[in-house]
């Protein structure tokens, strides 16, 4: 049976880390991720956790200590934000090269300068290329529910890649909601207890780890990663439907298409502003508007088909992105328009950049944005006076 | 799995040491409380660190090679991005016989400790950790990590092999670098003449954690060194072991001179043999008389610009050393 509690998105981090039993947790506070730290830290004091917690000094120690303790086979979570996911950056890759199942909590948070403490989602699109699953959430159920999938994803040997769980900082993780948190038996019997790996430490087949392979060799240890990562789609899809099997909720997998079936118009969005985007499609669906919500769940591997199928029948598709690559447009719009692309679509698209640095995404930016996307499927984005294709949303002036 | 960075000595084809038996003192030092004295004679022969591609004379995989015969089999290594990486770990050649992992270059001590954490939280009793990082990667770009592990109070052994600059990347200077040596950043040039800053007080910066056990070492006093890492072994905390590892590629002196600069460093005073211990300095060799720094500096081509006035004030920094040493410490 589960029970109910009021949480914020940290705190249901929390008891979705406390459910599935990590050996080691090594951590370093930053707003906004500090309440699940705190948290975790509490249950390790009070005995009700039997994790080895490490005080470390840093994001960068942070992540080299999970690394170690992974390599020798143990369940490992941290958790960060922001600065300190570029800090810890350069052991991502190292990670996941070493293929160590390590769960992570990205609270998604602006990046300085100027400085700011609140949520987009610029920080992780820096290391989208380290070869880790990014999964994104978009309300506390869904962040509890998830850690616990996250360790199957994570621990299968088909894909044995660590995952990133990303949250969008303050509007999750610090909003209060009703959440159930499963019971411990039934996640004991759901997730069972990581097996030390071939290719981990062990005392009976010693092994070197994070070998140098120069160029005769280093190409293969790649593509194979990749490979192996690409898998992680489809198994996405069947954890979730084991999952829902036994505790009785979906979250769909890759993709959530909402009310996309007859869709003239079709939103895609990543993380908490799904559920703004779906309230205002209900309202435009109301006053007879076909529109749909695409809610992008995973990021990498990149579900291109999947994404591209959902859109197919779409005149005009908006891609809502938290983030800037400067110098371009929005990661995931460049990621989307890829995907149509190579799978023959040819429904326009339109970027829109929003929630940068906590800026409010209102339902009034995301009526607007379909109401641009009406004009681009009428026909004006066409030719090099046409509507710009990357859109500011809730800008206090010209951009 | 075949796509896993990790390989071991039975995949990648290592020939060697396989069958050689360990000493009847290597066998009593796995039983505990008796203090096992180390000496050339009773040393095991088995290898555990064995065809890897270091230069001919490398101080360094010497200080490696040997401790691994004090630690034995049940050592688990972390070695940052360096030379002993570099030469190790080439898929698919394989060097080392125990579990070893390379670590990002900042953060061997971190990963040294998640190492004994994740091991602990398995179940095993007593795991042994044990970084080993040059110079750069401990008093550099590591000290944070090593800073925070030691603090945390983890039970590891962290040897830091000082061959005075970053060697792996082709000899630059870094914190433990001494006074006057050429390196390829601080070249013997027309007005400055090599490295103008001294080394990083290391030893006393670690013991200043309170830390369980530290001590300097030097490969000129093989049994000394040795014996040191088998204290750090038993002391039950987090240990450090600083070990002056000469480089002969980088300091420009024969390959079988590394055991004589290495004695030679010790016996004019330029290095010092100490330990620290229940929170207090111990002097282990306090030398009545110092031989000639000009000996040892001029046998080496990092050293061979160095003018008399040079030479005067590398000993007038040896004598205030040795008189705070004197003064504070227990000789």
């Known amino acids: ?399 | 799995m075949s796509a896993n960075m990790s390989v071991n000595m039975k995949q990648s084809g290592s020939a060697g040491a396989s069958g050689a038996a360990a000493s009847g003192a290597a066998a009593a030092a796995g039983s505990g409380s008796q203090q096992i004295k180390w000496t050339a004679r009773n040393l095991p022969e088995q290898e555990h660190f064995y065809g890897h591609k270091a230069c001919g004379g490398c101080g360094e995989s010497l200080a490696l090679r040997l401790a691994l015969k004090v630690l034995g089999p049940d050592a688990y290594l972390s070695l940052p991005a360096g030379c002993m990486a570099a030469v190790s770990f080439i898929y698919p050649n394989m060097a080392f016989r125990n579990n070893a992992i390379i670590t990002p270059f900042a953060s061997t001590a971190a990963v040294a400790t998640g190492v004994a954490a994740g091991l602990k939280a398995l179940g095993k009793a007593d795991p042994l950790s044990v970084a080993f990082a040059g110079d750069g990667g401990t008093a550099d770009i590591g000290i944070q990590a090593l800073s925070g592990a030691i603090d945390r109070g983890e039970r590891f052994i962290y040897i830091c092999t000082d061959n005075e600059a970053y060697m792996n990347t082709g000899i630059q200077k870094s914190g433990l670098t001494p006074f006057g040596a050429a390196t390829t950043t601080t070249p013997a040039g027309k007005v400055i003449h090599g490295s103008i800053t001294e080394k990083k007080n290391m030893f006393e910066i670690v013991a200043a954690h309170g830390i369980r056990y530290a001590a300097t070492a030097s490969m000129g006093y093989l049994e000394d060194f040795m014996n040191k890492v088998q204290k750090a072994k038993d002391c039950g905390g987090p240990s450090y072991i600083h070990v002056f590892a000469p480089c002969p590629t980088g300091w420009g002196h024969g390959s079988e001179e590394t055991l004589a600069v290495a004695k030679q460093v010790v016996d004019s005073g330029l290095w010092y043999l100490a330990e620290f211990e229940g929170g207090e300095f111990r002097l282990n060799r306090n030398p009545e008389t110092f031989i000639p720094v000009r000996d040892y500096l001029k046998r080496q081509a990092r050293f061979k610009h160095l003018q008399d006035a040079d030479i005067a004030e590398i000993e007038r920094l040896r004598d205030a050393k040795w008189q705070y040493l004197r003064s504070h410490w227990t000789v």
């Open chain 1, 1 to 399: 049976m589960s029970e109910a509690a009021f949480l914020n998105g940290n705190e249901a981090i929390a008891y979705g880390v406390k459910l599935c039993r990590p050996d080691v947790i090594a951590a370093y506070p930053i707003t906004p991720q500090t309440k699940a730290v705190e948290k975790l830290s509490q249950f390790v004091q009070d005995g009700e956790m039997a994790t080895q917690y490490m005080h470390v000094e840093s994001e960068h120690s942070a992540m080299a200590c999970s690394i170690g303790a992974s390599a020798v086979g143990a369940r490992t979570f941290t958790a960060t934000s922001s600065q300190g996911l570029l800090y810890m950056a350069e052991c991502l890759p190292y990670a996941s090269g070493a293929r160590l199942p390590i769960v992570m909590m990205n609270a998604n948070r602006s990046i300085a300068t100027p400085w700011n403490i609140y949520g987009d989602q610029m920080d992780v699109m820096f290391v989208l290329n380290a070869g880790w699953v990014q999964l994104f959430v978009e309300n506390g159920q869904e962040a509890l529910d998830m850690v616990i999938q996250s360790y199957r994803l994570a621990e299968d040997t088909r894909v044995m890649a660590p995952v990133m769980l990303n949250i969008d900082g303050f509007v999750l993780t610090h909003t209060y909601e009703k959440v159930l948190i499963p019971d411990q038996a039934d996640v004991d019997a759901w997730l069972p207890r990581l097996q030390v790996q071939e290719h981990m430490m062990q005392d009976n087949n010693p092994m070197s780890m994070c070998i140098t392979a120069g160029n005769a060799h280093n190409m293969e240890f790649k593509v194979r990663q990749h490979q192996d990562l690409l898998r992680a789609e489809a198994l996405l899809e069947e954890v979730d439907a084991s999952f829902a099997a036994a505790f009785g909720r979906s979250w769909k997998g890759a993709v959530d298409a909402y009310r996309c079936d007859d869709a003239e118009l079709i939103l895609l969005t990543t993380g908490s502003v799904s559920g703004t985007a779906r309230v205002v499609v209900d309202e435009l669906r109301a006053a007879g508007r076909r529109v749909g919500l695409l809610k992008l769940r995973l990021v990498r591997p990149f579900p291109a088909a999947r994404v591209a199928e959902v859109l197919r029948g779409a005149r005009a598709v908006g891609v809502f992105d938290k983030n800037i690559s400067f110098g371009y447009e929005g990661t995931i719009y460049t990621n989307v328009n890829s995907a149509l692309l190579q799978h023959g679509c040819t429904a326009p698209t339109m970027n829109f950049i929003g929630g940068l640095g906590g800026r409010d995404v209102s339902r009034g930016d995301l009526v607007a944005a379909f109401d641009r996307l009406q004009l681009l499927a009428d026909g004006a984005g066409a030719g090099a006076s046409g509507i710009d294709r990357v859109q500011y949303l809730g800008m206090r002036c010209e951009a």
